[in-house]
């Protein structure tokens, strides 16, 4: 049988990975998803197993030690990471997967599953990604800080991803992303 596609979206907290995920699920149906772990705590109407599996810090370390993690990072403040298993069984049962990560998440995938494609959405500038960040309304002015700071070293990495979006057009970049993804399949 012939095993799925591996698609890594990364980019910039704020720049719309996760707008764009949502979308893509309604309009290509066979795409499964990875829930990743984390220990950031659940926002209003998050849901645990869906959303993310909301961990503590003990319970991520021990996961990590014991090789359950196909990635993981640190950013801002908290830890995430993909666990391996779901990833590799639908890999094998030939469904494509889409993970949803930060820059160093990806890279790490990358040099583990050479194969797997990697899509860097980039904002259309850093004022709107300034902009999408405080709307969202979620974080401290002090968090929105630390994830521009960290955006503006992430966006230097954009040329080492497989591909590279603009998110200036939700709809767009959700039919560039369905283009990228269907073209892993000729
Ligand atoms: P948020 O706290 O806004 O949900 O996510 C913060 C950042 O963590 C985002 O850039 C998101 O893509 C990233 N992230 C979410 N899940 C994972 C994961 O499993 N691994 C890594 N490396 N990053 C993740």
């Not at 699920?25 to 984390?38: F, G, N, R, Y």
């Not at 830890?79 to 990833?87: G, M, N, Q, R, S």
């Not at 902009?131 to 994830?147: F, K, P, V, W």
């Amino acid at each position: 049988m012939r095993k799925g596609s591996l698609i890594v979206l990364s980019g910039p907290s704020g720049v719309g990975k996760g707008t764009i995920y949502a979308g893509l699920l309604k309009i290509m149906p066979d795409l499964t998803v990875s829930v990743s772990a984390t220990t950031r705590a659940p926002r209003p109407g998050e849901i645990h197993g869906k959303h993310y599996y909301f961990i503590t810090r003990d319970e991520f370390n021990k996961m990590k030690d014991n090789g359950e993690f196909l990635e993981w990072a640190q950013t801002v403040g908290n830890c995430y990471a993909t666990p391996k298993a779901p990833v590799m069984e639908k890999l094998a049962s030939g469904y494509d997967v889409l993970l949803e990560i930060d820059v160093k998440g990806a890279k790490q995938v990358k040099k583990a599953y050479p194969e797997c494609k990697t899509i860097f959405v980039l904002p259309p500038s850093r004022e709107e990604l300034a902009r999408r960040l405080r709307g969202r309304g979620t974080e401290s002015e002090e968090q929105i800080s630390a994830r521009l700071a960290l955006a503006t070293s992430e966006l230097e990495e954009s040329g080492s991803f497989d591909y590279e979006i603009i998110n200036s057009d939700i709809d767009k970049a959700i039919a560039d992303v369905k283009e990228i993804i269907e073209k892993t399949k000729e």
